[in-house]
């Protein structure tokens, strides 16, 4: 018996002795590597900040009822709470004219919901519908069907029994056809059936005589559905992400088109039927392969958006200048060599977006003095004219191939300058007289050469946008404190290995930006400064890319400051 205690005693000493070993190697492994404590006193408190932001949609959801009820509240909105089912307090709000149920979780609809009559608007958007709701029909005062984001694969014939509704929102669903009875809905003026998969329109639909604005983008069209040709009153056309090839001849007849979009096709002739439409203001047909514009363009007198992106073009008609009133031309990832000279006899011009072609030479007479923003980014420009004949307040010369800031710039009339983007150039140095641009208030100074600013840019009083992101400042520049005006400075991925703690006092900065690599230091030495300052509040700050590894410094008391302080992580620290 004393044997076997002796045998037992010794097992205990032995596992004791064995235990004591182990906690003496993990505790001298934390002291060589506190990221391990640091890393568990991490997830502790970013579950314990996960939990609080949990919340009940249900609860939330009963609460609007409530106050709905208290109120006597005709409107409720339920969206985005997460449910997967109605609470039955809902059904007893008879006098709701307004219920707005959408982003939510729901599969199915209870037949209690159908039961309050005096619904005109019931939004079911982004939810998990599979079937459509034959009940609707019940809600005889509804005005709008609006079911977009769904899975429906069909619609009911039956639909054809809501007469009075003028609005059809089926965007995003999983639909290969529609229903010919669509056709009887003689008050519908909006179908909105985007984002489906269908490939034609019943020809019963030309008895919607009041529709004005037909959306069909994203479909399956290989062909221009004749149907939209007799829809007399139509003023808005989307037809853009198909598969169309041309535009028949017949669209003519829609005299009161205001309003076309025929973006990603594959039409290979711009369509000269397009330009009887003298009513037309906007037409967009971006991303085809149309090499050349018509001189009957001229004939679109009423034009006053014209988008051409990413064709094709090399040149345009000298007519295109007589269009009076247009304003704004997008002519980006093209192949144009120069600014094509019909856009300098452009009366109205005011916005012009010639990104992304093969212009090497920044024109000198940019025309009108109504052009207030100019695109020339993703060119081969080397230079800009030191006399610049315009007044444009916005232009971008990102991804070109300056070695200098442009002077001309810093002289009238283009010291009117607001917003200026130069990033992604080989600038390696800001002139000092950079303080003329009284009225900047976005500059964008990233992806350049630059390590350091002259004084005198201190004084630009207006600058409220700064990024400076991959530059070679070695620290903040000391002319950032001197921008009192200053909302936003980006320096993220800069060789910055301390934080002037000053910038976190700045008394209007809202959004500061930097790497993640000052974090791997510990925040007493990057900071300086130890707590960290309550102006801190005013601050939020992104990381930009940074591994999970980078929190392993942190202490357990910070953390929970930071998720305080900073309102806009990137990743949330999770």
Request: glycine letters at 4%; aromatic letters at 8%; charged letters at 25%.
């Amino acid at each position: 018996m004393r044997t076997t205690l002796h045998k037992y005693s010794a097992c205990i000493k032995s596992f004791f002795g064995l235990l004591i070993l182990i906690v003496c190697f993990v505790g001298i492994d934390i002291l060589k590597n506190p990221s391990l404590s640091a890393q568990r006193s991490i997830k502790e408190e970013v579950k314990k900040g996960e939990d609080d932001l949990i919340f009940d949609g249900m609860k939330i959801a009963k609460e609007r009822i409530a106050e709905a009820r208290k109120n006597s509240s005709n409107r409720l909105d339920l969206s985005n709470l997460g449910l997967t089912e109605l609470p039955e307090e809902l059904f007893e709000l008879k006098k709701l004219d307004w219920l707005n149920l959408s982003g939510n979780q729901l599969a199915s609809l209870p037949a209690e919901l159908f039961d309050l009559k005096k619904l005109e608007l019931l939004l079911l958007t982004d939810n998990k519908l599979s079937e459509f709701p034959a009940d609707l029909v019940k809600l005889r005062r509804l005005r709008s069907i609006q079911l977009g984001n769904n899975f429906l694969t069909s619609i009911p014939p039956e639909i054809c029994e809501f007469p009075q509704v003028d609005f059809l929102f089926l965007n995003g669903n999983r639909l290969k056809e529609v229903p010919k009875e669509i056709g009887k809905m003689s008050e519908l003026k909006a179908i909105h059936l985007n984002s489906n998969n269908l490939s034609s329109l019943p020809e019963e639909w030309d008895q919607l005589s009041q529709i004005d604005d037909l959306r069909l983008s994203g479909n399956q069209f290989e062909e221009f559905p004749p149907v939209i040709t007799k829809l007399k009153k139509l003023r808005t056309l989307h037809l853009s992400q198909n598969y169309l090839s041309e535009v028949p001849e017949e669209i003519y007849y829609l005299e009161d088109l205001h309003w076309i979009e025929l973006s990603n096709n594959y039409i290979d002739n711009f369509p000269e039927s397009l330009c009887g439409l003298e009513n037309l203001s906007t037409l967009k047909i971006d991303d085809n392969q149309i090499s050349q514009i018509p001189s009957k363009i001229s004939e679109m007198r009423r034009l006053e958006i014209l988008s051409l992106s990413g064709n094709r073009l090399e040149t345009l008609p000298k007519e295109i200048s007589l269009l009076k009133y247009l304003n704004t031309l997008s002519l980006k990832k093209n192949y144009f060599e120069q600014l094509p000279p019909p856009t300098l006899k452009m009366p109205s011009l005011e916005y012009l977006d010639l990104g992304g072609n093969r212009i090497s030479v920044f024109p000198r007479d940019l025309g009108k003095p109504s052009l207030t923003r100019l695109y020339l980014n993703d060119n081969r420009i080397t230079e800009v004219p030191e006399n610049l004949e315009t007044v444009a307040t916005e232009v971008s010369l990102k991804n070109n191939r300056l070695k200098k800031f442009p002077e001309a710039f810093l002289k009238s009339p283009m010291q009117a300058v607001g917003h200026l983007d130069l990033s992604g150039n080989h600038i390696q140095e800001i002139p000092r007289a950079i303080d003329r641009l009284e009225y900047l208030e976005e500059l964008n100074l990233a992806a350049n050469n630059l390590h350091s600013l002259p004084e005198s840019f201190g004084n630009l009083k207006s600058l409220k946008i700064l990024n400076l992101g991959e530059n070679q400042f070695r620290r903040i520049p000391k002319e950032v404190f001197f921008l009192h005006n200053l909302a936003v400075l980006q320096i993220d991925n800069n060789p910055i290995s301390n934080i002037d703690h000053k910038i976190f006092s700045h008394e209007s900065l809202e959004h500061f930006e930097i790497s993640s690599a000052w974090l791997h230091m510990k925040w007493k030495e990057a900071l300086g400064i130890d707590p960290l300052p309550q102006s801190f509040k005013k601050i939020s700050i992104n990381f930009m890319d940074y591994p999970e590894t980078s929190f392993n410094t942190l202490e357990k008391a910070t953390l929970p400051m930071l998720r305080k302080y900073y309102s806009k992580p990137k990743n949330d620290f999770k």
